[in-house]
């Protein structure tokens, strides 16, 4: 158990909606990062917050956005869903904003229909 | 996005056997990870590596972080059957603040037949 928390952890919608995932890092993190797995891409990193703001962004599309709340639970919001967003989302965290292991939650399948 | 090189892609192993696998990246990291991943779950932690030369065993998993900062490998002692997964080597930037990673496509370690 990496002590990261992803929920939900299968999600099936359709296209043109918007979803929300969630994460709770492990205890005494201060960064979140977020990534997308699927076949053809791997694993691509989208967005990081360290306490509460944003440090980094990657890959990231505009439909798609994220924050991290006071408690550093990081929500991912993917809206005017497409097929081609149906992957694996997940969740790391790690103590500081720069260098250092990052542990993974298992993940969120998002399936669109 | 950027991705790192690594290889094998797949291969399968026999009870008993060492396995080797390599990552080459065109930029410079300062860290280097490893990551085994089996079906329906996150990636996990096997080995963080952060200085160049560096040689870092766990249990019968020995990586090292090559000189040039360009590359690392990972080598599995004696496999075992629960070594089949998906061996992911990632790589953290040089500079700045942010510490996302970036990821190969994987090695996938399958049982002989």
């Known amino acids: 158990d990496s002590g990261v928390t992803q929920t939900p952890k299968h999600l099936i919608t359709a296209t043109g909606q918007r979803v929300t995932l969630r994460c709770s890092p492990r205890?005494?993190?201060?960064?979140v990062y977020w990534y997308q797995q699927s076949l053809d891409q791997g694993l691509q990193f989208l967005i990081q917050y360290y306490n509460g703001e944003e440090r980094a962004k990657g890959n990231i599309l505009e439909r798609f956005s994220a924050q991290q709340f006071p408690d550093l639970h990081s929500e991912l919001n993917l809206s005017s869903l497409e097929l081609g967003d149906s992957a694996l989302y997940f969740c790391a965290s790690s103590v500081g904003g720069g260098s250092g292991p990052q542990h993974f939650g298992d993940g969120t399948r998002l399936s669109i229909l | 996005g950027q991705q790192l090189n690594q290889s094998p892609q797949s291969m399968f192993i026999q009870e008993g056997e060492d396995v080797s696998m390599n990552c080459t990246s065109s930029?410079?990291?300062?860290?280097w990870l490893w990551y085994k991943q089996d079906p329906g779950e996150g990636p996990v932690l096997l080995i963080a590596?952060?200085?160049?030369?560096e040689l870092t065993s766990n249990g019968r998993l020995t990586a090292q972080f090559g000189i040039t900062r360009k590359d690392s490998f990972l080598n599995i002692s004696a496999s075992i059957p629960s070594d089949v997964g998906i061996y992911f080597c990632a790589g953290q930037l040089v500079g700045g603040s942010q510490g996302n990673l970036i990821f190969g496509k994987g090695t996938k370690l399958s049982v002989k037949p």
């Open positions: 930029s410079i990291f300062n860290t």
């Open positions: 205890s005494g993190d201060l960064s």
């Open positions: 590596l952060y200085k160049a030369g």
